[in-house]
């Protein structure tokens, strides 16, 4: 079963990660704008990239001066990666499962643990802990229009978990972090009536126009959940 959904994940985000026939190509953008304004300046620190897929985070995290280190399942995405960016060490595997021996100044988890169940996610959150004092994640959220229309719909795929912002804030902290920004993006995430992202219901345009004052309004309620936590931590 494992290794049928691990197949799932990869054929699934072969085809749509950040693919401009997802009708919420424009809301992911507007996350990774974000992001890039978000991420301190690297001066030469170390960074790790958790579920880097194509390569944007990595790409920014080295725009903003950081020695890149990414993790990824799809062996697809992995030889891309490794031909695009040649200095960065990207490992291949399950994060849970591989062995990371070295600490970072700080990790990025964008878009990633919606594809780990409720143990797996205890596990990345006791892994990360040990790995840095420095988190960006982003959730994908189950009590926004998006997560509640992919529930009624029957659109959640298998390898698909979805939780709410204070679930992943109580992970958070009981991993001894604690929580420094937050922002919400895609308050109105285009839907649409059959999967596959086919005959919409909601046009981009009405997002574009209600997204940039409901996301100041409505951060818990918006599609995509961004999170930035800190600790005290010593390198070994």
Known sequence: ??????????????????????????????????????????????????????????????????????????????????????????????????????????????EFIQNLDRDALQLFFQKVAALTGHLILTVSNKNSLHGFWAVFRGFIKPFVHVYTPREIEALVRTSGFEITSRRGIGLLTPITLFSDFRWKLIPAWLTKLVNPWGDRLFPRRCHLYYLEAGKSFRKS
């Not at 693919?19 to 620190?45: S, Y």
């Not at 958790?50 to 990595?58: D, Y």
């Not at 001066?65 to 062996?75: D, I, R, S, T």
Request: hydrophobic share 40%; aromatic share 10%.
């Open 1 to 110: 079963m494992a290794g049928f959904v691990e197949s799932d994940i990869k054929r699934y985000y072969e085809e749509w990660w950040e693919n401009p026939r997802d009708p919420r190509d424009h809301v992911f953008k507007r996350l990774n704008r974000l992001i890039l304004k978000q991420l301190p300046p690297g001066d030469g620190r170390k960074a790790l990239d958790i579920g880097s897929g194509k390569g944007t985070i990595v790409g920014f995290l080295l725009q903003k001066g950081y020695q890149a280190a990414a993790v990824e399942l799809n062996e697809n995405f992995v030889r891309d990666l490794r031909q695009r960016f040649p200095g960065v060490d990207v490992i291949e595997g399950d994060f849970n499962a591989v062995a990371i021996d070295r600490t970072f100044d700080l990790v990025t988890a964008v």
